[in-house]
C-alpha cells in the first residue's frame, strides 16, 4: 500500500499538493489541537482515506513516542511518502530523523 505522511500546520495547500503528487492509498494527517481544523479542511478535499493523528507540537519525548507508534501500524510492505513541508519544526526533526533510513520512504517538501 502507498501510505502518505503529511505534517499539517498553517498552509494547507502544500499539504493537498503533496497528497496529490503522491497519490496515496491512505493519507496519516499529523495535526495538533491547533491545527485540528485545516486537518479536517484538508481531509474533506482529498479523495483518499485520511488517518487523523493528534501530536503534541514542541514536545520532542512525545513527538517520538508518537512517531513509534505510527510506525507500528505501517507494513513492512508499504511504501511511504513523508510531506515535512508543514507542521512544527519538532516535528520536522523527528520525522526525518525517524524515516530517512527507511528503504522504502521517500521524503518530499513542497513549495
Not at 503528487?21 to 481531509?43: C, Q
Amino acid at each position: 500500500m502507498k501510505v502518505h505522511i503529511a505534517l499539517v500546520g498553517g498552509q494547507n495547500e502544500p499539504v493537498v499538493n503533496g497528497i496529490d503528487f503522491s497519490k496515496p492509498d491512505v493519507v496519516y494527517l499529523i495535526h495538533s489541537a491547533d491545527t485540528l481544523n485545516n486537518t479536517r479542511l484538508i481531509e474533506k478535499e482529498v479523495t483518499q482515506k485520511c488517518i487523523l493523528k493528534l501530536f503534541e507540537p514542541t514536545n520532542l519525548s512525545s513527538i517520538y513516542s508518537s512517531i513509534a507508534d505510527l510506525k507500528k501500524e505501517l507494513s513492512d510492505d508499504d511504501t511511504i511518502s513523508l510531506n515535512l513541508t508543514s507542521g512544527t519544526k519538532h516535528w520536522s526533526v523527528a520525522f526525518l530523523d525517524s524515516f530517512r533510513d527507511l528503504k522504502k520512504a521517500s521524503i518530499i517538501m513542497v513549495d
